[in-house]
């Protein structure tokens, strides 16, 4: 007869392995680290089990050898961890059972199962030690930030999740979510991807039209393959599909997306973008994006087929610490620009530049090459540096003595500082004629050639520009000379320090082709030509300045400020440069009244003789606050009250009006939260009755510095609140960023795809409760008997109706004109789950509106999104 022994443990807690009590009992009811009679499958236990019961123990032997465990019981075993109320043993097959105590309020100790990092909790659990698959009903658990609710959720021993009626969802609140997506089956493999069946939106408990036969979700953030979400909408040229498409994580170091749209009017676009980057290595990204637009319809005579694209390639990469590399290139038609791309600044830009720059150091000297590109996308003119190279010598002191005795200071020709720098500039310049100008050169066909053609053709080059000189070559060599030295007494002021700097520059230019000018009797007009042939341009200035500092304390106490210090700091100059502008640098022609008129044979040629003298004085006054009592012994940091500079010259090589103009500026700051700025300039002289500057001063009592030409006065404050507690709650954006500065990719983006964001951009946390912005700017410009006033106030606000609710906005008032700036305002909700913006632009050019409302998780943020409109750019600017 099978036998049972009962044991009832009444203490608090008690701990016992289950390898040693069932040691006591009959061998065929034993287990252990081994193979056991009537175990399922033939794995072994890799271990012992340990248990833990709160209230009592009982184990029975019979047909089904069982022990229960009651009172916030726990089961061990590997990395598996089981708690609930009530746990029951089934030793033949090696299974726990778990289960709750219901009560009147709810369920006691519900079962919790812990495998691994994976938890669920659930009403009932069963796990399987051997074959180490698990069940649980009525299941709870997370999936890295999202959660899973399902009535049956089976585990087995590879981590693979098998679900019955499950609901996913990001908010925290499973039971009741704000939304989910439901499905009767799904899969969790790894805690990565989630695989379901036929799945559907569910807004609280609510189900949606939103159902898709079958669904994969992104379970962790990482880079993954796989399909990128469509944005839909309507322009000029129909109704749109875009950016759908599939991101391929190739590997830790690259990864590729390629995404396209059509319209139903035949329209079509491809993009591609490839990304890279090596951690203190290289990064980089490559962008291509075709587009064909079908415009009108066929046998329409506005009926065409326009082709355009663009070329992006950005790369930064440090060859060695002495060598880096750099490329931004950006080779986009003005059509791709202002007709396809989404992003705003696209849109509007005037101009299109590139650089593709190397550079490499050593120990005194430094070495540049590179090429540039500017385009100004509405005339199509095109400046290239094909190359631009530049070399520089670090200073040195060429007279100084390779060893000095100790003690010893520098002599004075040893202060000799001497370095060198020079540059090679060959520019390509395109500026093509007006289709009226080849209109009547009869050769409108030379309107389709683009700049391109140009360079690589001389005979384009002429004909789209009409001039002969495609490229201007340039050579520049520069040799500084100084020697800084300090002065520590002067005849009559004694003990007086000034720092006193002598300065030569020597410049010289090569070109490889003159200017020649002649003046055609028969068509009364210059004509400008030039000769081939080496000529160097040579021009030195010479200056010397001195500066000094000392200081004023004015012993006065206002409040809790003592003490007024006032730093002055002057400095004077004189700077001679010759009248280059005379010998083999100037030719000469005669213009049809038969009078001389001269010009530089190359340009950068000084005109007119200068000695000019300088000067201007720098007043910081400054205080700090009292201490407290005398006892104390801390130093208060000094505060600034203001800052107040003056400058001006005087030319003695000019024959009149030698004055140069005086500006006069200003800076403080009011109760530490108010900056105030003034700046405002002065001329010497005054005015005839026609507005013309005549040779008298305008200095008086009334106007000590002169006649004013402009001024400036600019006050700004900013203020916010403290941080509410707990953590910040920042308003989240549909998009990952484009590339991790750090080196490592980082999600998929769209190129250039990017909706304005609410609250113009800026970070908005839901955790600041107010912030305010104002700034006041007025300005008065005097030319000749002519003035100009303007007067702004800006201000930008944002404020918190609730902790939840968020309202924000900037905008302007005119007050010389009477008329609003351009006013965005926005409103923004902070859901547990969700966020939802509203951003509004009332009046202006950009009048525009905006609604937003997405999940707050980065796994779904793009799919579970609505937004109108779909492209806020086509919207702004109504038929582009």
């Known amino acids: 007869m099978p036998w049972r022994v009962r044991s009832v443990i009444e203490a608090r807690r008690t701990t016992l392995l289950l390898m040693a009590l069932l040691l006591a009992a009959p061998a065929a009811a034993q287990v252990s680290p081994g193979s056991a009679p009537g175990a399922a499958g033939n794995r072994d236990l890799k271990g012992p089990v340990q248990f833990v019961a709160a209230d009592s123990l009982i184990i029975s032997f019979g047909d089904s050898d069982l022990g229960s465990l009651f009172g916030d019981a726990t089961v061990d075993y590997d990395d598996v961890a089981l708690k609930a109320w009530r746990i029951d043993m ?62 049956v959720v089976k585990a087995t021993e590879d981590s693979t999740l098998y679900i019955r009626n499950g609901a996913y969802s990001t908010c925290p609140c499973i039971d009741d979510p704000s939304y989910s997506l439901r499905a009767s089956r799904m899969k969790i493999v790894d805690q990565k991807w989630i695989y379901t069946g036929p799945i559907q939106l569910y807004l609280f408990n609510i189900p949606t039209p939103l ?19 469509p944005t839909y909408g309507e322009d000029s040229n129909g109704f749109y599909l875009r950016d759908w498409g599939w991101y391929f994580s190739m590997n830790e170091y690259m990864d590729l997306q390629l995404q396209g749209g059509f319209w139903t009017q035949g329209s079509v676009e491809g993009r591609a973008l490839f990304r890279y980057a090596r951690r203190y290595g290289f990064s980089g990204q490559v962008g291509l994006s075709l587009a064909r637009f079908r415009e009108g319809v066929r046998g329409d005579p506005a009926f065409g087929i326009r082709n355009t694209g663009s070329f992006r390639w950005n790369h930064s990469q440090t060859i060695s610490p002495s060598a880096n590399f750099d490329a931004n290139v950006n080779l986009s038609s003005s059509g791709y620009l202002r007709g396809v791309s989404q992003d705003y600044s696209d849109r509007v830009t005037q101009t299109i530049q590139s650089s593709i720059r190397y550079s490499k150091r050593w120990r005194s000297r430094s070495l540049t090459v590179n090429a540039n590109h500017r385009q100004v996308v509405s005339s ?89 000189e495609r490229f201007d070559f340039r050579a520049t060599h520069r040799i500084p000379v100084s020697a800084p030295f300090s002065v520590t007494s002067l005849p009559l002021l004694g003990d007086f320090r000034m720092n006193l700097t002598p300065n030569l520059s020597y410049t010289e230019n090569w070109f490889l082709r003159t200017e020649e000018r002649v003046f055609n009797d028969s068509t009364q007009a210059v004509e400008i030509g030039s000769n081939a042939g080496f000529y160097a341009l040579r021009q030195y200035t010479a200056s010397v300045s001195a500066s000094s500092v000392f200081y004023g304390i004015f012993p006065v106490r206002v409040g809790a400020y ?319």
Request: charged letters at 20%.
């Open 90 to 151: 089934l030793f033949d097959i090696e299974e726990v059972q778990a289960e709750g105590l219901r009560t009147d309020t709810g369920m006691v100790g519900q079962p919790e199962f812990r495998q691994g990092e994976e938890t669920f909790a659930g009403s009932r659990l069963a796990f399987n030690m051997r074959t180490e698959r698990g069940r649980v009903e009525q299941a709870r658990t997370q999936v890295q930030e999202g959660f899973v609710r399902a009535d």
């Open 211 to 229: 159902w898709l036969p079958f669904g994969f979700l992104p379970a962790q953030e990482s880079r993954r393959s796989g399909p990128l979400p």
């Open 380 to 468: 199509g003119s095109v400046q290239l540096g094909l190359p631009n190279i530049s070399f520089s010598q670090n200073s040195f002191k060429p007279l100084q003595r390779s060893s000095r005795p100790p003690g010893s200071g520098e002599r004075f020709y040893e202060k000799l500082t001497v370095s060198l720098s020079s540059s090679i500039d060959n520019s390509f310049s395109f500026t093509p004629l007006s289709d009226e100008a080849l209109i009547s050169a009869g050769d409108s066909a030379a309107a389709s050639i683009d700049w391109i053609d140009a360079l690589l053709s001389q005979s384009d080059y002429e004909r789209a520009t009409g001039s002969s």
């Open 562 to 880: 003592e003490g007024l210090r006032h730093t002055v700091r002057p400095s004077l100059g004189f700077g001679y440069r010759p009248n280059a502008f005379s010998g083999s640098n100037v030719r000469s022609y005669f213009d049809g009244s038969g009078n001389e008129v001269e010009y530089a044979v190359v340009p950068g040629v000084s005109r007119g003789e200068q000695q000019s003298l300088t000067f201007s004085l720098a007043n910081t006054f400054e205080t700090k606050r009292a201490p407290a009592d005398s006892a104390s012994t801390g130093q208060s940091r000094p505060t600034k009250l203001l800052d107040l500079n003056v400058a001006s010259s005087f030319n003695y090589a000019a024959d009149s009006l030698g004055f140069g103009p005086v500006s006069l500026s200003a800076r403080t700051r009011l109760l530490g939260q108010v900056d105030v700025d003034f700046r405002s300039s002065f001329s010497p002289y005054r005015l005839n009755e026609s507005g013309v500057v005549r040779n008298e001063y305008a200095f008086a009592a009334s106007s000590p510095l002169g006649r004013l030409t402009s001024a400036s006065l600019t006050v700004r404050t900013s203020l916010r609140s403290r941080t509410t507690r707990g953590e910040s709650r920042p308003m989240t954006t549909p998009r990952a960023g484009f590339t991790d500065p750090g080196g490592s990719i980082v999600g998929a983006s769209t190129l250039g795809n990017s909706f304005q964001q609410p609250f113009g951009g800026s970070q908005t946390d839901f955790a600041i409760p107010w912030s305010l912005s104002m700034d006041f700017t007025y300005g008065l410009n005097k030319s000749g008997l002519t003035s100009s006033k303007r007067a702004v106030v800006n201000a930008s606000f944002d404020f918190s109706l609730t902790p939840n609710w968020k309202i924000t906005g900037r905008g302007g008032y005119d007050l010389q004109n009477m008329e609003l700036a351009t006013t965005n305002l926005a409103v923004a909700r902070d859901f547990d789950c969700w966020q939802m913006s509203f951003n509004w632009i009332p009046t202006g050019f950009y009048q525009s509106w905006g609604f937003d409302l997405h999940v707050k998780s980065s796994h779904l943020r793009d799919l579970l999104r609505i937004r109108q409109p779909k492209s806020d750019v086509r919207d702004r600017f109504g038929s582009l």
